[in-house]
């Protein structure tokens, strides 16, 4: 009778489990310290993962699960995002503060439980609470299960190269700063690749990421952008490379020499090297891509591609001439455009892409910036746009006002009265011309809305960018999806023609799509996992103004439908 009662319960178990994948369990600890990094000749100490900057790679399968320890020493609360993850049926682990649990107070400690079903690929996990991302963050990779290969020839060697930001300056500082007085925060002093500035800057030059290869391989670049506020342009000096893969999903393989990548997005790259010792070395560089019209950080991180040296080789690698790659202008949209129109899934039989082809749900959001009053008192002035205004973010008008308790725990124990509405709009409010001549009233409203879903509903989503304190390209994140981008264009969506020119056979499957500057993109998906899920501006500066909201997919009918129930140690607020 135990035997049975044993196997009932184990089999109990497996049913549990989002997809019994059977991989194995990988177990992670996650140490949040203070750390001291000098950069720029600057030492500061940061918030850091396991005393690294950037935190360490985190390495599984696809379909393994992963407990991820995650213990905060640092004054700040802390909360983690897995971001990419599908987290189906676990979005108790997705980790955004107040959308899905309570941060992780000072000398807390919380075990992020969740299973990598259906995806392999290059992803990142970052905090995700106020700016402390800056300096929290770290590559996931996601290996095909054990004996499947790659759609594409096998690599000689992996890299994973992540892009960030480096503040002089507390990032926690600046953004209350700028919270406070209603303006723009203060821009980074640097870009970084794995960490590091690189030679362009001052007092650089041996904080330098250099990647050193073979003559006649293949290389994979595992390209990730974590920087806070920055679309980056990225490029090899004299090399092309081949894109196979963006947001952890296969791409119809094309050559290039320069990518674009979003913050929030990641971008698989192979690299083929020359067939024999070039007697040079090569820079790789990235600077940004900019369409508003604030300040930012109009610098260039720079690393070094460089070759195995014959072993009689007379020159050595200082001596090199070094070539240094043409990037596209700051402001080159066109390139931004073209680039984006290359990326294709792969569809092939193996890894189709299952484009919801039925539609239930249509959905019209703008996304933009905007204004709120200045709150000072004693008449003193804002630094917003005026001296009596703000700036804001907003999505459909509506700048999303954070909660104080998580929207999952509200709603999964029946107390959401006063945490959150559930009517965010189908459709702005106020129709207007959104890419034209701005509206005289620039104010935004302000609510914890939320945009309630049932399961297995088919969604499309288009997301207008609206010329509001100017256009303004945005990268939207979905948390909880892959999502197909079924069109984008310039201008106002056009509801009866531009439909007729969807691609609905082959678009690129991702998690982070960048609304064109002054334009649309139209996303569809299907809402088949329970929970509450963010969706935000992957601007963290536009995020923390507003641009953000919260998907909410009621349970399915069947067991395995259901969100699971909370853990045991989910922190409180």
């Not at 992670?28 to 600057?42: G, P």
């Not at 699960?65 to 609360?77: D, E, G």
């Not at 029946?414 to 459709?427: D, L």
């Not at 939320?450 to 609206?466: A, G, K």
């Amino acid at each position: 009778m135990a035997v049975w009662l044993f196997f009932a319960v184990v089999l109990s178990c497996l049913f549990l489990l989002p997809d019994p994948a059977f991989g194995i369990t990988r177990h992670y600890t996650l140490d949040i310290k203070m750390h001291n990094v000098t950069r720029l000749c600057h030492t500061k100490s940061l918030v850091s993962v396991n005393g690294q900057f950037p935190g360490p790679k985190l390495i599984a399968r696809e379909g393994d699960q992963l407990l991820i320890k995650v213990v905060n020493h640092v004054p700040n609360n802390i909360s983690i995002h897995w971001h990419g993850i599908r987290q189906l049926r676990s979005g108790w682990a997705d980790g955004p503060a107040y959308i899905t649990q309570c941060p992780i107070q000072t000398g807390q400690s919380y075990i992020y439980n969740y299973t990598i079903v259906g995806q392999r690929g290059t992803l990142f996990y970052h905090a995700h609470i106020s700016w402390l991302r800056a300096t929290v963050y770290g590559p996931i990779i996601i290996l095909p299960k054990r004996g499947v290969p790659y759609p594409f020839p096998k690599p000689h060697k992996e890299v994973p190269m992540i892009f960030g930001e480096w503040f002089n300056a507390d990032p926690e500082a600046i953004i209350r700063q700028a919270t406070q007085t209603g303006g723009g925060p203060n821009v980074s002093d640097a870009y970084t690749i794995n960490g590091l500035p690189g030679p362009l800057y001052n007092c650089s030059a041996k904080d330098t990421f250099r990647l050193r290869v073979k003559p006649g391989k293949t290389y994979l670049l595992r390209l990730i952008n974590a920087a806070l506020n920055d679309e980056l342009f990225f490029s090899i000096a004299n090399h092309t490379v081949t894109v196979v893969e963006a947001d952890a999903v296969y791409v119809k393989p094309f050559e290039t020499d320069t990518i674009l990548i979003a913050p929030g997005q990641t971008t698989n790259l192979l690299l083929k090297t020359k067939p024999s010792y070039p007697s040079a070395s090569f820079l790789m560089t990235a600077r940004p891509y900019v369409t508003g019209q604030g300040t930012f950080d109009n610098s260039t991180v720079a690393g070094v591609l460089e070759y195995e040296q014959p072993k009689h080789a007379k020159t050595s690698i200082k001596n090199l001439q070094l070539f240094t790659p043409v990037l596209p202008a700051l402001n080159d949209t066109n390139f931004a455009s073209k680039f984006s129109n290359k990326l294709r899934s792969l569809n092939s039989k193996r890894f189709p892409a299952n484009v919801p082809l039925k539609v239930d749900r249509k959905f019209f959001f703008t996304v933009g910036l905007g204004t709120t009053p200045c709150n000072h008192k004693n008449n003193q002035t804002c630094q917003g746009p005026t001296n009596t205004t703000m700036f804001a973010a907003s999505i459909s008008n509506i700048s999303f006002t954070m909660p104080t308790k998580a929207l999952l725990q509200s709603h999964y124990s029946g107390q959401s009265n006063g945490v959150y509405s559930p009517n965010f709009p189908w459709n702005p409010v106020v129709p207007f011309n959104y890419t034209g001549t701005p509206p005289n009233n620039t104010m935004v409203s302000t609510g914890t809305n939320v945009m309630v879903l049932r399961y297995n509903t088919s969604v499309e989503l288009v997301m207008q960018d609206t010329s509001i304190l100017g256009a303004e390209s945005h990268p939207l994140h979905l948390h909880g999806f892959n999502f197909f981008v079924v069109g984008q264009g310039f201008g106002n969506f056009d509801p009866k023609k531009d439909p007729k020119n969807f691609n609905l056979v082959d678009p690129i499957e991702r998690n982070t799509v960048g609304v064109p500057s002054g334009g649309w993109a139209a996303i569809r998906f299907l809402a088949d996992n329970p929970g509450v899920w963010f969706m935000h501006c992957h601007l963290e500066v536009h995020t923390s103004w507003g641009l953000r909201m919260a998907w909410l997919v009621l349970d399915g009918d069947k067991p395995d439908q259901k969100l699971l129930p909370p853990p045991a140690d989910l922190p409180k607020c």
